[in-house]
């Protein structure tokens, strides 16, 4: 469950970063209260995820599938500039969202209470 948190996390900064670009520096309200939820969101589910997933490695998932993610978004349904170079440094990032997936074992940390 909590890469499933953090997946969603991920695209919910998708949402977000786009949120910002429209709500031009939160003068627009509707753009404005729709990125302030979906940013609250994202760092609900992400903090859930880090109660099982080293930080390093979720805080580095959690970024990765924002930028690959806005990225991507931007270059297919926006007009941004795309290219090879850049199309395989977006691949490069993924493997490594993959590869620390790969490589990272779930903990569970005890908090001591007082």
């Known amino acids: 469950m909590p890469w499933i948190y953090l997946f969603i996390a991920g695209l919910s900064e998708i949402g977000w970063a786009f949120g ?3 709500s031009k520096g ?22 859930k995820s880090l109660n099982e997933i ?3 490695t979720a805080y580095a998932v959690f970024t990765g ?7 991507l978004i931007g270059m297919l349904f926006l007009n941004e500039e795309g290219g090879l170079i850049k199309v395989l440094l977006l691949v490069l990032l ?4 993959i590869g620390l997936k790969a490589t990272s ?7 001591k209470e007082n």
């Open 20 to 22: 910002l670009k429209y």
């Open 94 to 97: 993924i493997g490594g969202i």
């Open 65 to 71: 599938i924002g930028a690959a993610g806005t990225v």
């Open 26 to 47: 939160f003068t627009e309200p509707v753009p404005s209260v729709i990125t302030l939820v979906l940013i609250i969101f994202s760092f609900i589910l992400f903090s």
């Open 105 to 111: 074992k779930d903990e569970v940390e005890t908090v």
């Open 54 to 56: 080293p930080i390093g």
